[in-house]
């Protein structure tokens, strides 16, 4: 259908980023003044993929105010990075819908598919993921930063002294570091 870029990039943290291009494309101010043209298999940056009036995302990505075309930010950066976790996490998506006019109704309605009990993701860590997949922006975390302390408080465990939670806090940890 589309072409993607990914990157995998470490920053000077150490700490690994994901980036997507899916959406990106070389900028030039004649670019902006040409009206939009068809998509072309030669050159996918050669083409104007937005107009305005238009919505860009990934759908099973978009946050509930996306879908609305009501703004998004950083909450919506939160419930975006949220869906991803839920998916690495619980090897589903957390919205249901085979069509996307489907996933827009759930994701919109806040219709959660429910979180596989059992398992072992930690209570604290499935609780957060539900958190910042909250349908309002305002029952998120506050930020992208308290929520990663939630997800990484199960990871204060000295693995030595429990080889269970030692392998759980492991596997949360490469599910963080893979999306984040």
């Known amino acids: 259908v589309g072409h993607r870029v990914l990157a995998v990039i470490v920053g000077a943290d150490a700490l690994p980023a994901v980036l997507d291009f899916g959406l990106a494309r070389a900028f030039t101010e004649a670019a902006a003044a040409e009206p939009a043209r068809p998509w072309s298999e030669e050159s996918v940056l050669g083409v104007d993929l937005t107009a305005a009036g238009t919505m860009m995302g990934t759908p099973a990505f978009m946050s509930p105010e996306h879908w609305r075309g009501v703004g998004v930010g950083p909450a919506s950066d939160q419930f975006c990075f949220a869906v991803g976790v839920y998916r690495v996490l ?23 598919r429910p979180v596989p009990a059992g398992g072992d993701v930690p209570p604290s860590v499935r ?15 506050p930020s992208m930063a ?10 204060l465990v000295d693995p030595a002294q429990d080889l269970a939670r030692g392998r ?11 999306l984040g």
Not at 90 to 112: H, K, N, Y
Not at 146 to 155: C, Q, T, V
Not at 168 to 178: D, N, Q, V
């Open 127 to 141: 609780a957060a993921v539900v958190r910042a997949l909250a349908r309002v922006p305002e029952d998120r975390f």
């Open 90 to 112: 619980f090897g589903m998506a957390p919205f249901a819908g085979e069509r996307i006019v489907e996933l827009r109704d759930s994701v919109c309605a806040g219709a959660l």
């Open 168 to 178: 759980r806090a492991r596997r949360i940890a490469a599910a963080i570091l893979g």
């Open 146 to 155: 308290a929520l990663l302390d939630e997800l990484e408080r199960p990871l």
